[in-house]
Structures are given as C-alpha cells and as structure tokens.
C-alpha cells in the first residue's frame, strides 16, 4: 500500500548540518528496520518542551540549546514546528499517493 512518512525532531530547527544528516540517518534506518518504502519522507522542526522533560533531560537540553544559541529559559516550552509545513507535507502526499495504481 502506498504511504509517505515524516518526522519531528528539535534536530532539524538546527543550523548545525550534522545533526540534518543524523535526523535522516535515523528516518533512513527507521524504514530499513520497518521495512517501509514510502513514496515520500520528509523531516520537520519539532518543539522544545522543557516543561515537559524530566530533570536530567532538561539539562542536557538546556546545555545543547546554549550551545546552539537557542533558547535556555527551561520555565516555558519553544514551538519550531513548522504547521505550514506539516500540512504541505500531508496535501502532498495525499495527492500522489491517490494518483497511485
């Protein structure tokens, strides 16, 4: 049966190009592992939810957001994700997967 197949991560709201490449090394062998062929994938920016995250999770997300530049105020949640691209995705991959045999 035809699919497509996306994933959030907070990686991709990176400008640093390795974790780009480990976000797609992870949906690549995600789909080797499944054995899913997809017509389409796709990887979009995901959220920081800090309020969210256990003690020690926060930390670690608080050390690679500094790092990065990003956001470190660990009281409140960042939303990267981007919807416009989510329901692009989706519009898209309902339109070939119904042109599909």
Request: cysteine-free; overall charge negative; charged content about 30%.
């Amino acid at each position: 049966m035809p699919g497509a197949f996306f994933s959030i991560s907070l990686a991709v709201a990176s400008d640093i190009e390795d974790e780009h490449t480990e976000v797609k090394k992870l949906t690549t062998d995600f789909l080797d592992y499944t054995r899913s062929k997809p017509l389409m994938t796709s990887q979009i920016a995901g959220a920081l939810k800090y309020t969210e995250y256990e003690y020690f999770k926060r930390l670690i997300m608080k050390m690679i957001s500094k790092k990065q530049g990003s956001a470190t105020i660990t009281s409140q949640d960042y939303e990267d994700t981007n919807w416009d691209e989510v329901i692009k995705f989706m519009n898209d991959s309902i339109n070939r997967v119904s042109q599909k045999p």
